[in-house]
């Protein structure tokens, strides 16, 4: 997904990852909060209030499907991302 995110923003400093360890091999940075986590969720805040950033959906679960949910992702049947609702 990181080389895919990077393809679509034609730069690698506008990607960043919490998950992926290859974040490296992609030019990503890999983030674990600190610092800059609050200011990097502020700009990602601002640019889904304004309509400056899409995250595709693919399908959304009731919190007590997350270990289906878990399952499709580590399968690869998403097309988009997996969204848990409470």
Known sequence: MLADSVALTGDSARVITI???SAARHGVRF???????GQSLR???DLAA???IDVPVWRTYPLAQAPQAHADLEAHRNN???VLLP
């Open 80 to 82: 988009g991302k997996a």
């Open 43 to 45: 700009e990602l805040a």
């Open 19 to 21: 998950a992926d360890m």
């Open 31 to 37: 983030s674990a909060g600190g610092d800059q986590a």
């Open 50 to 52: 304004t309509g400056g």
